[in-house]
């Protein structure tokens, strides 16, 4: 059987993870940038890594219409965010991103990555909060507590990657391919 492993990464984490998986698999590893849902075709066990950021998954669309195209194939899906995975619920964040049908075709699995905060999209949101208030000058936006703490921490890093909990996702890949060898014998 082929297995494939396509990441979507803004920070890195998910890449990282990606990489890591592919390793551990001994299978290519490719940016969902540079694949079409034609090079799918060969594959039986399809990786998708996505990038979790503000509720939202990278590349879901895509990764939706890719499953879609396919959905016989084995489709395991990563999430990469900063949330904790035992502690958040991942039902409306997939739902948002996700049909019904596609979240019924796929794998899933929840990792923790890392942060930069110097490369955090901080102005964004203080431009946004400009924007919705009407202010003239961000010097003026009133900052929650979040948004205090976020420009406390501007310039550090927080990694919570754990390459070890990607066991779970070998794991079900391994059990696939020893019931693939089964169905052979």
């Known amino acids: ?17 990606a990489i890591e998986i592919s390793k551990k698999l001994r299978c290519p590893v490719v940016d969902s ?3 079409s849902v034609e090079d799918l075709a060969s594959y039986d066990i399809i990786i998708l890594g996505t990038c979790l950021l503000e509720g939202q998954l990278s ?13 016989d194939k084995h489709w395991a899906l990563f999430t990469v965010g900063l949330s904790n995975p035992k502690l958040t619920d991942f039902k409306d ?38 924007k919705q208030k009407r202010l003239t000058s961000i010097d003026y936006v009133p900052l929650d507590d979040d948004n ?3 420009l406390r921490k501007y310039g550090t890093t927080y990694d ?8 779970l996702l070998i794991d079900w890949v391994n059990k696939i391919l020893r019931n693939e060898k089964e169905l052979e014998e």
């Open 1 to 17: 059987m082929e297995i494939i492993v396509i990441h979507s990464s803004r920070y890195g984490s998910t890449e990282k993870y």
């Open 33 to 35: 940038a540079q694949v």
């Open 59 to 71: 590349d879901a669309a895509m990764y939706e219409q890719w499953v879609k195209q396919y959905p």
């Open 93 to 130: 964040i997939l739902d948002n991103n996700f049909e019904d049908t596609t979240i019924e075709k796929v794998e899933l699995f929840h990792y923790r990555g890392a942060i930069q905060y110097k490369r955090l999209l901080l102005m964004e949101s203080l431009v946004s909060k400009v």
């Open 148 to 150: 205090e703490r976020l």
């Open 160 to 167: 919570f990657t754990d390459k070890e909990n990607t066991i």
